[in-house]
Structures are given as structure tokens and as C-alpha cells.
T-cell receptor
Framework: AQSVTQLGSHVSVSEGALVLLRCNYS??????LFWYVQYPNQGLQLLLKYTSAATLVKGINGFEAEFKKSETSFHLTKPSAHMSDAAEYFC??????????FGQGTELSVKP | GAGVSQSPRYKVAKRGQDVALRCDPISGHVSLFWYQQALGQGPEFLTY????????KSGLPSDRFFAERPEGSVSTLKIQRTQQEDSAVYLCASSQQGDGTDTQYFGPGTRLTVL
């Protein structure tokens, strides 16, 4: 069965600093992996997805993630945080039938 | 074009009441998913439709939960005899393809509070 673990329920960075949100997955088949962002009182918006093509995936708003099979990781990064990046971030793996299996989420705070 | 819409956005129910939550997917999208997101948690899968066929309902927590998509477009999630543990945000997502492998687009959710 597939699963996802997000390390750190809360991450705080200063504006302009590197953002690193950690995600490790477990999957018995080659995984399809996703990062979604959720702003307060809104639905989930896709940031990026890995579908077995390039291991470095670029997404919207300057985010990117690198698939590392040897480490079973798919960490999300952004070189320079903006205040507008403050939100909840979810890593997910695609399960049977296409359903998404989400991690617990990481709340990102950005300090001025 | 319009995204996924859900109504109502907020619903307060007294314990024991029945509720119905509506999802309007993106026009033409074949796949439709329902998820439940408890406070401070990630979304959890409830059920999946391909057109009008409910192919997976393994995530429905009890027989009080029922979902339908009779014409292959709009979907309704019904919860009978609501309990306090049903309080959560219910998210709907749709995707274009029938095998559920492509990008899922999420609606804003319905926040259900059971008193």
C-alpha cells in the first residue's frame, strides 16, 4: 500500500530564505507524486507533479521538487520565500484507481 | 472556464440530521472524487466515480454515508443521522480522464459542523 509522510507539521522561514518541505513516500510500484497548496478556506491547488519523467520537477510560483528513488523522497523547495507563500502544503501519492493519498500537511509561515 | 464548485460552502447540522453536499465538476470531466479533511489533517479519500459508475467506495466511513452521480456530472454526498465526528471539510475533485490518472482539480470544499 502507498503512503506519504511529511516531516514537520510546521515550518517557519524568513522572507527571502530557502523553503524546504520534506516528504517521504512508500510505494510498491513506481509512484506518481504530487504537491498541493491550500490557502485558508480554499481548496487544494496543484503545485507540481512527478510522473516518472524528469526527476527534477518545476512547478508554479517558483517551487520545485526532486524525486530521489534511493531516498524515497520528494522534497519541495523554493529558493526565496515570499509572504504570499504562507499556506498549508500537502504531499500526495497516487493510489489505486487514481485516488490521492495525502500526508498530514506542513504549515508554512513566512516572517517579514 | 469554471472550476469545480461546491455547495453549500458552510453547513451547520444538529446531531441526527441528514445533510446533502453538492459538487459540480468541471464540464466534461469523467472522474470525480470525494475526500474528507478533518481539522489539522490531510484529506482522506471517500469515494470515486467514473461517469455515473461508483467504482470505489472503500473510504466511506460508515453506511450513513452515501454518494451518487446519476447523470455523470453533478454529484451529491449524503450523510444520514450526522454525528459530531462527521464534522470536517468535504472536498470534491474532478479529472478529465476516466482512469483517474491525470490532474485532479479541487473545489473549495464544504465545511460541515455537527453540533
Amino acid at each position: 500500500a502507498q503512503s506519504v509522510t511529511q516531516l514537520g507539521s510546521h515550518v517557519s522561514v524568513s522572507e527571502g530564505a530557502l523553503v524546504l518541505l520534506r516528504c517521504n513516500y512508500s510505494s510498491s510500484v513506481p509512484p506518481y507524486l504530487f504537491w498541493y497548496v491550500q490557502y485558508p478556506n480554499q481548496g487544494l491547488q496543484l503545485l507540481l507533479k512527478y510522473t516518472s519523467a524528469a526527476t527534477l520537477v518545476k512547478g508554479i510560483n517558483g517551487f520545485e521538487a526532486e524525486f530521489k528513488k534511493s531516498e524515497t523522497s520528494f522534497h519541495l523547495t523554493k529558493p526565496s520565500a515570499h509572504m504570499s507563500d504562507a499556506a498549508e502544503y500537502f504531499c500526495a501519492v497516487r493510489g489505486k484507481g487514481g485516488k490521492l493519498i495525502f500526508g498530514q500537511g506542513t504549515e508554512l509561515s513566512v516572517k517579514p | 472556464g469554471a472550476g469545480v464548485s461546491q455547495s453549500p460552502r458552510y453547513k451547520v447540522a444538529k446531531r441526527g440530521q441528514d445533510v446533502a453536499l453538492r459538487c459540480d465538476p468541471i464540464s466534461g470531466h469523467v472522474s470525480l472524487f470525494w475526500y474528507q479533511q478533518a481539522l489539522g489533517q490531510g484529506p482522506e479519500f471517500l469515494t470515486y466515480f467514473q461517469n455515473e459508475a461508483q467504482l470505489d467506495k472503500s473510504g466511506l466511513p460508515s453506511d450513513r454515508f452515501f454518494a451518487e452521480r446519476p447523470e455523470g456530472s453533478v454529484s451529491t454526498l449524503k450523510i444520514q443521522r450526522t454525528q459530531q465526528e462527521d464534522s470536517a471539510v468535504y472536498l470534491c475533485a474532478s479529472s478529465q480522464q476516466g482512469d483517474g490518472t491525470d490532474t485532479q482539480y479541487f473545489g473549495p470544499g464544504t465545511r460541515l459542523t455537527v453540533l
